[in-house]
């Protein structure tokens, strides 16, 4: 997924922005699992939240098909 995608670019960029003082989140629609399956077969350590009903992400108008 485009989330995927991001993600392992995110995670290389990650200190940048936790040096600054920010905390790194995604949202994706997938579930939970496999946002756990995927951050831990990537190394991603910054959060990965589901919305697998896509009710946040449309409510911030960024879901891409």
């Given at each position: 997924?485009?989330?995927?995608?991001?993600?392992?670019?995110?995670?290389?960029?990650?200190?940048?922005?936790?040096?600054?003082?920010?905390?790194?989140?995604?949202?994706?629609?997938?579930?939970?699992?496999?946002?756990?399956?995927?951050?831990?077969?990537?190394?991603?350590?910054?959060?990965?939240?589901?919305?697998?009903?896509t009710e946040i992400?449309?409510?911030?108008d960024v879901l891409?098909?």
């Amino acid at each position: 997924t485009l989330l995927k995608a991001q993600a392992v670019v995110w995670s290389d960029s990650e200190k940048d922005f936790t040096d600054l003082g920010y905390n790194v989140a995604m949202i994706s629609s997938d579930d939970v699992g496999s946002l756990a399956h995927f951050a831990k077969r990537r190394k991603v350590a910054f959060t990965l939240l589901s919305d697998s009903n896509t009710e946040i992400i449309k409510a911030f108008d960024v879901l891409y098909d």
